[in-house]
């Protein structure tokens, strides 16, 4: 799950055979003031992407990125108090309580600049400023899935407010850095039909569907993976397949269908018993879960096929998430262990669907798909000092 | 291999599903004039793709598409004549001798005007135009791999001819409508680092391995796969592997190293005494292939392995098309019989890589590929009359 160490000591590619940037003479000079919610994990990994990016952006793409703070749940730190105090601080960051009206404003600043916030945040609160962010120019990218998925009026509200120009990308909401969302886009803007959308849209439930093989109880691998870090803090969170709900929402609503979360049919893996539990509790009882996944497992067999937990999205409406009995020879029965996996079947990919695949989680590939983000907004801002 | 009927009439998604889209109050307005190149099966599946999408872009975008003009070998249209004889022809089209300079001025106008030419031909005179074309600020979008696979000076001149502002964009040179040219723009953009590529980039020889299994020889299933169209007139253009090495080359120059034609080591299965025979003796001594491929099958076999012809590049500069043994359980043993199968390792996908499969081939997707590349300069546009 870690980033490889850098390979140039090895082995690196002989300096005759890497080709030097082609600098533009002239390149579009843009600004962007790009201002950061919820410094996490996500959003550390962000930053440190942006800042070892920042040179060669301005360089080879005439892109200067302006960061302009950074708020977090208790605090924030705005660029201005660190110019202002600058000369009494010795250029220590200093950190206000945070005020997110405030800090929106300032990362707009007052000359019409090109601006963009980024919320890294999983904060419903938040998103729920993003009409107002985006009806007042700025753009908005984000993972955080709390708009894509929630109330269908505000996200319809979202969408009219990018009438006026603020752009708003969440790519990362769906399988972090894999071209999912913008897949999709293409295929609807050049007249494809999206028929289906089928995928494994959670690292954890494939990781879990993928090993068990009944020679050990579908709890001990759930403590396994809960142990390795391939759960959330609280696996209920993976077992429910709420997020992967989520998920599903997104990709639906992308394609014109006006679903929401009490539309898909999720088969949550949490006994009802277990919702109002401590974790601790749930911790220590995962047990109850190995009869049921032992019962479900041997109906597989029985036929020859495999489980996996699998998120469904058609043109006739029906949405779900749930385990499902696959052949053996599915796309989906030998994808890599964590993988995620996304099939789209369109008009035009009927008979053989298009599909993607790999680590849909992790902060680094995640801060990636955002960043990705960002540079298409840049891409489409006019020049402007 | 074809498209589907749209599925409209069976079991619509109810009306109440299908949201409205959300049409911009006052959309930033673009006019961009388009001119086309070689209207044969590509490029005509573009131009029904484009008229199909003209009201809805400028309706829901602010987009207006001009199609200036289409050139073929022979002969060329512009819209300027009909509009001069257009009382006089009742409408019809008014075709007059190809000159591609006189096109090129045409559809760039002299009013500084966003303009962009598709090239859709497969000819390397009009890739050798390129240069010219971007230095003069015209954008240009193609499926035809000549520029990209190219001399490497050529390909330089065409990235330093950028410099002035024209948009090059190529992503339906390497499978088709497949995300695979932008999503390895974007990891290098975001700051990853590509260790390798690996992908079987042919759908004829994906589907010649796939189908391989000593039943039949190899001879039969070439035979078969030319009659049902899923080889090149000549299949020889398909079993000498070079266009597949030409897809290397460009994605190997996407990532910044300086590989070329003949860098690459090609595993041809064309014996070499074929190379200069006409098609029909080729057809009739096709039995010529069976006895090496059944030895490369049974040393396939006897590893327990399959036969793939896989495409190979890596940052030590190695760059390779060949008939390869991999295990059963990798990820190209499962692909459906004719996909296309692209796999990135990079520093951050470095344990599981990002893969992308499904039809990389078929004029179609191509098309959709082509227009993708078309809406993405659309974007970067500035407002302008």
Redesign the interface.
Known sequence: ????A??VAE????P????P????????RRVLAVGLIGPGRVGSALLA?LR??QARLSRDGGLELKLCGVVASKRMWMDCDDAELNGRHGGAQIWRPSDLDAFAAHVAGNEGRHALLVDCSANDDVAAQYPRWLADGLHVVTPNKLAGSGPLARW?AI??A????GRFRYEATVCA???VV??LR??I?????L?AVEGMFSGTLAWLCNRYDGDLPFSALVREAHHLGYTEPDPRDDLSGTDVARKLVILA?EA????SMEDVEVESLVPPTFASLPLESCMERLEELDAPMAAKLAAARAVGGVLRHVAHLD???RASVRLTVLPA?H?FA?S?L??NVVQFRT?????????????GAGP??TA?GV??DL?RVA??L??RA
Chains 1, 2 share one sequence.
């Open positions: 799950m870690n980033t490889c850098s390979p082995h690196p590619l002989p005759s055979r890497l080709m940037a082609v600098v533009p003479e002239s390149p579009r992407q070892a990016a319809q969408r009219a990018c009438a006026g120009g850095g894999l071209p913008q897949t293409d295929l803007d050049t007249g494809d039909e028929l609503r014109g269908w006006s679903l043109r006739h409406g020879a796309a030998h890599r964590t993988d008009r035009r990919y009927c008979d053989n669907p298009l599909l993607v695949q790999g680590p680094e590939v990636a960043f990705a540079l891409e489409s006019e020049a």
